[in-house]
């Protein structure tokens, strides 16, 4: 059996799955790998907010080497302001326009494409979720889980984010940074702005904290990771009234961070540091996840090659950017990232050249050669 990388995009993309996702866009999916001779296995758990979430394992073959493809079918939401349907895939200038098509229901559908209908030894495995784009709750830690109850450790795994920047093949992603969400809440005494002697404002003593954590310097960065940084995203009171005190008063931050740190330990510093500019304040946190880095090695071989020999580029070694749910999956293996260029990913008009994606499946094909050789 032969599969369109085009045809079996479009199709995916026909099929709305804003995060969490599950049902048809799996179906979709399952029907275009059975006939290649997988083992599908799918499975539906959590509840809302962060569920229902459907996860895939698609397998064939046994044994080792075990190469896995990772990826995502859920997508952000649509937004407004498209020149055309969102999930009604179309092809205008060359270029496949609809949700999911740059990130990554098209590297999804190149790699299936780029399967080969014999594989004489080995495992081939895709590890499917509907839940990357939100917390991943349900996700791919829950794939993780579902492999190892039974035994199952892949020898590397090709993650089809899209890295790319430029052109198709300048970039792949040997590691990401680490994500922490942080909330700093300073509590205060409500009152009226005319009588501030009956009251405890919140406000100035949340400007210290916020000036004290800006002024933090986390690190210079290593060979293969920018310095880590503290971004404010917010900063908020219960009330919006121009005479009243509020009662307490939050600053919302992120920190990336590189592998010189993990999540529990600048959570330390935060809290050390807000206590000491305002006694009293409290911190929330959400770790999305810890810093990796993948060393050299095989896969990072099997990929370059296969890029080098494709397009002629050589491409970089990146850490930069968001992370990804290789974050978990180093548990298991080697990991790298490496898909299409991602100028238009969560954009409204999100797009992908086609050109771009037929190119990826024949580089994701020599991928699977040099790995079953």
């Known amino acids: 059996m032969t599969v ?71 997508v952000v939401p649509p937004g407004d302001g498209w020149s055309t349907d969102p999930f009604d895939p179309v092809i205008e200038d060359g270029r496949l326009f609809g949700r999911g098509a740059n990130d990554m229901k098209s590297a999804i559908a190149a790699f299936v494409a780029a399967i080969p209908a014999r594989q004489d030894k080995g495992t081939c495995s895709l590890l499917i979720t509907g839940d990357e784009e939100g917390y991943a709750t349900f996700g791919t830690p829950r794939i993780i889980d579902w492999l190892t109850e039974r035994g199952i450790r892949p020898d590397m795994i090709l993650i089809g984010e899209p890295t790319s920047v430029e052109r198709l093949g300048d970039t792949i992603k040997i590691g ?13 005494t409500q009152g009226h702005v005319a009588y501030p002697h009956r009251a405890d404002n919140p406000v100035p003593k949340l400007a210290r904290v916020v000036e004290a954590l800006a002024a933090l310097r986390l690190d210079d960065g290593t060979e293969a990771f920018p310095p880590s940084n503290l971004e404010f995203t917010a900063v908020s009171t219960p009330t919006s009234a121009s005479n009243l005190i509020p009662s307490s008063a939050t600053a919302q931050f992120n920190i990336r961070f590189n592998n010189l740190h993990k999540g529990a330990d600048l959570v330390r510093l935060v809290e050390e540091t807000a206590a000491a500019a305002a006694p009293g304040a409290t911190v929330r946190t959400r770790i999305s996840g810890e810093a990796f880095l993948t060393p050299p090695g095989a896969l990072y071989d099997l990929v370059v090659s296969a890029i080098r020999d494709e397009t002629g580029i050589e491409p970089e070694l990146s850490t930069s950017g968001g992370t990804s749910d290789g974050r978990f999956l180093i548990a298991l293996c080697p990991v790298v990232d490496f898909g299409l260029p991602n100028a238009t990913m969560h954009k409204v008009g999100e797009s992908a050249a086609v050109a771009d994606i037929e190119e990826l499946s024949r580089i994701y094909r020599r991928v699977l050669e040099r790995a079953f050789a």
């Open 176 to 188: 990401r940074r680490g994500s922490v969400n942080m909330w700093v809440d300073v509590p205060g």
């Open 4 to 74: 369109d990388p085009i045809d079996l995009a479009k199709r995916l993309i026909a099929s709305p799955s804003v995060t969490p996702a599950r049902g048809p866009v799996f179906d979709i999916l399952e029907q275009a790998l059975r006939p290649l001779g997988f083992e599908v296995h799918r499975w539906v758990m959590g509840e809302a907010p962060d569920g229902p979430t459907e996860n895939m394992v698609a397998l064939r073959g046994s044994g080792s080497p075990h190469f896995g493809f990772a990826g995502h079918l859920d």
